[in-house]
C-alpha cells in the first residue's frame, strides 16, 4: 500500500482522528508521517503521551536520593530510569524488579499475557487456557451444586493435562 499524501513511499504508518465522533485513517509514509505529526503542538512523542497517561511519577512514589544502585550494564540508577519513562537496557528488569514489579501491578493487574501466541507453542498454550477455563466453569458448577457437570469438567481437566504431560496435541 502507498502512502496516501504522497503516493510514492510504502505506508508504514497508519494515522487515526477521531472529531466529533467521527473516525478517520490515513496511511502514511515515513516521512509524510513526521510532517503531519509535527502540525500536532509539541510533534508526537510516544513516550511522553504513555508516560502522561500513566502518570509514572505519581505511580513509582518517590523515589529517594538514597537508592545508590546502577545496572552494572548501562549505569542507569532508578531515577533516570523514572525521569525517561523507560529502562537502560534487559539488565535494568533484574536490578530494579521489585520496584518494577510495584509499578507495573498498578498500570497493568495481571502478569500474564492473553493475546496473540507463536504457533509454534499455539497448542500447548491453548489447551492450558482451555484447562483453566474448565477448572473455573468446574468451580463455578460446584458453587451452584451442579456436581455432574462439574464432574464433566474435572474430567475433561484430567484428560487434557493428561496430553499435556505426553507433549501431544489436542485432536
Known amino acids: 500500500m502507498l502512502c496516501e499524501k504522497c503516493g510514492l513511499q510504502p505506508a ?3 494515522v487515526v482522528q477521531v472529531e466529533n465522533g467521527f473516525k478517520t485513517e490515513i496511511n502514511l509514509c515515513q516521512g509524510c508521517a513526521q510532517s503531519y505529526s509535527s502540525g500536532f503542538v509539541g510533534g508526537f512523542d510516544l513516550q511522553n503521551i504513555l ?3 500513566f502518570d509514572l511519577p505519581k505511580m513509582w512514589g518517590k523515589v529517594t536520593a538514597v537508592d545508590d544502585r546502577r545496572c552494572p550494564t548501562c549505569g542507569s540508577t532508578l531515577q533516570d530510569i523514572q525521569k525517561r519513562a523507560q529502562l537502560g ?3 535494568c528488569y533484574d536490578v530494579y524488579r521489585s520496584e518494577l514489579d510495584t509499578l507495573l501491578r498498578r498500570i497493568h493487574p ?3 499475557h492473553v493475546g ?3 504457533a509454534v507453542s499455539h497448542a500447548k498454550v491453548r489447551m492450558q487456557r482451555q484447562i483453566e477455563e474448565y477448572r473455573r466453569k468446574m468451580e463455578e458448577c460446584v458453587q451452584t451444586e451442579r456436581f455432574e457437570e462439574a464432574a464433566h469438567y474435572r ?3 484430567r484428560r487434557l493435562e493428561k496430553l499435556l ?3 501431544a496435541d489436542e485432536s
Open 110 to 112: 495481571t502478569n500474564r
Open 116 to 118: 496473540k501466541i507463536p
Open 165 to 167: 504431560a505426553e507433549g
Open 89 to 91: 537496557c534487559s539488565d
Open 51 to 53: 508516560a502522561n497517561m
Open 155 to 157: 474430567d475433561e481437566v
Open 12 to 14: 508504514t504508518v497508519r
